[in-house]
C-alpha cells in the first residue's frame, strides 16, 4: 500500500485479556519499529524487526508483550493479561534499509489506540 | 544509550511570527541522524526535516529550518512564516546508525501552538 496502515484503529479490552495489533508496513520496506506512546509523551522503543528477525527487542516492557513478522512484511503486536497500564497508543513505522535518499526515514502509521479497563 | 532532550513542553507564537523549538541529545556516536516529526491531533507522525550529522550545511525544508551544532550536540527547530496548520506536537529524534542497524529515539515533544 501506499502507506503504513494499523489495524484496530481504537481497541478496547477489559483487564486480563489478550489482544493483537497489527501493522502493515510499506511495500518492499525492511525495517519495522514498534513505538508506545502514553499520553503527553514521546514514543517509546519496543522492537525494531529487519525483516523478519527481531534486531532489538530492548524496548519490550516485559514478557507479557510480543512481536511477530514471520515474512518479512507485516507485523503482529501481542500483549498477554492485558493490564490498565498497557493503555497507550502504539506506532509502528516502517523504513527503507540502504544509502538511498529515502532510507532511514521512518514512516509511522496512525496507530492503534488501546484502551484496558 | 542515546538519549533526546526537549526542554520546552509548550510554546505558542502568533501566525507569521518566527518560532525556534529546542532539542538536546547526549551520543558517543559519530555517525547518526537527526529528525524533526510533527504530530498533529490525527496522531499521524509526519516527518518535518532530516540533518546528517557528517554534513555540515543546516537542512531546509521551505518554512522549516534547522541549526545542527555538532559539537554542543543541539539540534534546534526554527519554523519561519507559522501558519495555524503547523499547531501540532513537534518531536526530535536520534538515529544511531551501526552496520546497518538504526535505533530511533525520540524527546518527549513540545507542543506548539499558533495563534491567529
Known amino acids: 500500500g501506499a502507506g503504513v496502515s494499523q489495524t484496530p484503529s481504537n481497541k478496547v479490552t477489559e483487564k486480563g485479556k489478550y489482544v493483537e495489533l497489527r501493522c502493515d508496513p510499506i511495500s518492499g520496506h525492511t525495517a519495522l519499529y514498534w513505538y508506545r506512546q502514553s499520553l503527553g509523551q514521546g514514543p517509546e522503543f519496543l522492537i525494531y524487526f529487519q525483516g523478519t528477525g527481531a534486531a532489538d527487542d530492548s524496548g519490550l516492557p516485559n514478557d507479557r508483550f510480543f512481536a511477530v513478522r514471520p515474512e518479512g512484511s507485516v507485523s503482529t503486536l501481542k500483549i498477554q493479561r492485558t493490564e490498565r497500564g498497557d493503555s497507550a497508543v502504539y506506532l509502528c513505522a516502517s523504513s527503507p534499509l540502504g544509502q538511498g535518499s529515502g532510507a532511514n526515514v521512518l514512516t509511522f502509521g496512525a496507530g492503534s489506540r488501546l484502551t484496558v479497563l | 544509550a542515546q538519549t533526546v532532550t526537549q526542554s520546552q513542553p509548550e510554546m505558542s507564537v502568533q501566525e507569521a511570527e518566527t518560532v525556534t523549538l529546542s532539542c538536546t541529545y547526549d551520543t558517543s556516536e559519530n555517525n547518526y541522524y537527526l529528525f524533526w516529526y510533527k504530530q498533529p491531533p490525527s496522531r499521524q507522525m509526519i516527518l518535518v526535516i532530516r540533518q546528517e550529522a557528517y554534513k555540515q550545511q543546516n537542512a531546509t525544508e521551505n518554512r522549516f529550518s534547522v541549526n545542527f551544532q555538532k559539537a554542543a550536540k543541539s539540534f534546534s527547530l526554527k519554523i519561519s512564516d507559522s501558519q495555524l496548520g503547523d499547531t501540532a506536537m513537534y518531536f526530535c529524534?536520534?538515529?544511531?546508525?551501526?552496520?546497518?542497524?538504526?535505533?530511533?529515539?525520540f524527546g518527549t515533544g513540545t507542543k506548539l501552538q499558533v495563534i491567529p
Open positions: 529524534a536520534f538515529m544511531r546508525r551501526s552496520g546497518g542497524y538504526q535505533k530511533v529515539t
